[in-house]
């Protein structure tokens, strides 16, 4: 039995969205492209490096609005803004994730969680540059001629356009995410999530690589923000307030933060969920709320974590003369080594 | 090697370690011991930079390391386990071993290599040594506990410390595990030239390899010397070694 790769079948798959569905499927694979990016940069702070952020919509919200401001007020082109969104946003991480990684666990998320809230309330407050209550409406959708007079590229809309410029820019993004998570500075961060005291007597800086990984971190959700504010259409304070730092935490959880993929398979699983359940009914909050409640019951693990035990369950049964191959290869099995 | 001197330690007013004075030369292996509560683990983290003395100076190959951070020390040469197992249960073995030899060598700050091709081959040879070669790919928090504490020496090792601290070494272990590990200890000891420091409850062990012992009562040092002088010292013997005998 050959493994399957499963990273390129998913990205063909993607890819094909906007020749094989409608409009709508388009619409949903953008916002579920884009916030994977958001709970994925989250995971390598919660499930990598053992940190519990509950600010991390601040480095969305910041992200959102630099590239915003640079492509409505300034006219720049999208990749440089989306760029500094990233870089803007690592830079506040490293602001802000200076003071953080002097508390440990609850401290930590409180503050985290209280920065969050300054960044909400400066956007909110600041009209002249934000635009305050009213957000930034009407961000300009990047500059995609080029697939326009592309040959198959060329009927679709400019929401196509952008969702395969997404695909690219989101792919880019986990390619780097992972090479990170495979160096050695990813084994570190595994180490101290372990055991931070241990870490300290193995030599480990233990704050100057949480910190690293806070920037890191910040700077993809930076990413993920600018990427969402093109896609809505606008950026609204509410990017940067506490329920959408919440969002990637419920989305890693649900979807397994001991995986590498975990937390793109929940954010998928959290906004289908969310599609469905608001077109059935007005109390989507409170279904939302149970079904979410109910599947954290069903899989403790999270869904990647669970379907693997399924996977190696299944496998270890055929006797050994059956091609036994180690599962834990893409780091599926054992937790995030 | 390392040189104590004057230090104390006081948490709200109980004084854990008071004005001790003690030296370890390169080469030699020390024990300190005493009774629970007699300061062992808060004279041990003192060393170690995981506790900031009230006073006193510690010094390290002749560098002032009084205060410094862990890490710092730890990249100056000095190892330490811990009485209580600690590992990264979440790793698998060769991940442990492998993770120190990545952090102490400085290489942990790299984020573009690949971490699965470092050190190959030095973290294959110490696990070797330690016996646990047919252990790599397992769950370190999977195993045993005697296999746990052979992990964390090998975390200690890969560090290639020239100091190294035991706290505890062969706590929790059966008698035919402790005689394995104080043999296991003596050679590591022996081949790389260490200076060992440790404490030991087992009395047994103490004497089998200690050099040197120390003997701490109540946070004060009371007693240091051969184990012959040790065992004659009338303070130790009303102390310590009276209330077992």
Redesign the interface.
Known sequence: MRRIPWTVVVFAALLVVPFVGSRFYTFVATDIVIVSLFAMSLNLLLGYTGLVSFGHAAYFGIGAYTCALLMKSANAPFLPSLLAAGLMAGAFALLFGFFCVRLTRIYFAMLTLALAQIVWAICFKWNDVTGGEQGLPNVPYPEMAWMGSAPVLGNFRVGDHFYLTTLIVVALCFAGLR??V???????L??I???P??????????RA?QL?AFVVAGFFAGISGGLFGIFNRGVFPDFAFWTKSAEPLIMTILGGMGSFWGPAVGAAAFIVLNQQITSFTEYWPLTMGTVLIVLLFVFPGGIVGTLTGIVVRLRARPPPSATSEPVGEAGMV??N? | MLEVTGVSKTFDGFTAVDRVDFSIARGEIAAVIGPNGAGKSTFFNLI?G?LRPDVGRILLKERDITGA???RI??MGM??S?QRT???????VF?NV???F???R???????????R?FRAETDALLASLGLADKADA?SGALSHGNQKQVELG??L??DPEILLLDEPTAGMSAAETRETIRLLERIAAERSLTLLFTEHDMEVVFSIAQKIAVLHQGRLIAEGTPEAVQQNADVRRVYLGERH
């Open positions: 090479r990170i495979d160096s050695p500075f990813g084994r570190v595994t180490v999530r372990d055991n005291e241990r870490a300290q007597f193995i030599g480990v800086n233990v690589y690293a054992k937790p080594a | 170690t995981h951070p862990p890490h730890c990249l190892g330490r811990f600690n590992i990264f249960p979440k790793l698998t991940e492998q993770a120190a990545i952090t102490h400085r290489r942990g700050a790299n984020f573009w290599g690949q971490s699965d470092l769950l975390i200690a890969a560090c």
